[in-house]
């Protein structure tokens, strides 16, 4: 139990356009996600919390304009990175709480050229 | 926000030694400590946790112990194997934080043959 996935695991973007990144709890309902970007040899950053049914809650020094979340349901969040650059090239992980555990899904390498 | 410290970042051991991660944090009502196990460009995955109203909690080669009067926690591996090679997560969460995870700078654990 407690599976988490996210898609796509990479992508390769010119620098200006936009990316959205999926995250999905497979086996149960997550009322709350979480986002995390996570550079090389670096720990994990939370970027914001993301709330089924309400706005996200982001991180001090977070672009909400910039990183735009959305959880529409109780098992999908998605990140949507808008107008990257190549400094947004990182590791965007996700992960959902169940009571106080969160598991983490596979995380998306992007890739700004 | 919460501050984790951890130590050390890289650890070396030969096959069949213990390692020993130990991390410190400032806020007394830091209440769940979980510990996270990453292989390179995978998800972080949960090994063992830990709550404050508990002093140790052991899973067959893994254990955690937590001095909250000194509020301090540290993970143990006993008979290393080269698999435990990874980078290693200290996490806690405080309750009145939303649930969020603050993560440890990470240790790099390497287990020699």
């Known amino acids: ?113 | 926000g919460e501050n984790v410290e951890q130590h050390p970042s890289t650890l070396s051991v030969q096959e069949g030694d213990s390692a020993v991660i130990k991390c410190t944090y400032s806020d007394s009502a830091s209440n769940y400590f979980p510990w996270y196990k990453q292989e390179l460009g995978k998800r972080p995955q949960l090994i063992i946790d830990i709550r404050s109203n508990v002093g140790e909690k052991k899973d067959q080669r893994i254990a955690v112990t937590l001095n909250k009067t000194a509020k301090h926690f540290s993970l143990h591996i006993t008979e290393t194997q080269p698999e435990d090679s990874a980078v290693y997560f200290c996490a806690l969460h405080s309750g009145g934080g939303g649930n969020k995870l603050t993560f440890g700078t990470g240790t790099q654990l390497k287990v020699e043959l």
């Open chain 1, 1 to 113: 139990g407690a599976v988490v996935s996210q898609h796509p695991s990479w992508v390769i973007c010119k620098s200006g356009t936009s990316v959205k990144i999926e995250c999905r709890s497979l086996d149960f309902q997550a009322t709350t996600m979480f986002w995390y970007r996570q550079f090389p040899k670096q720990s994990l950053m939370l970027m914001a919390t993301s709330n089924e049914g309400s706005k996200a809650t982001y991180e001090q020094g977070v672009e909400k304009d910039k990183f735009l979340i959305n959880h529409a349901s109780l098992t999908l969040s998605t990140l949507t990175v808008t107008s990257a650059h190549p400094e947004d090239s990182s590791f965007y992980i996700c992960s959902a709480r169940v009571r106080d555990t969160q598991y983490f899904g596979p995380g998306t390498r992007l890739t700004v050229l």
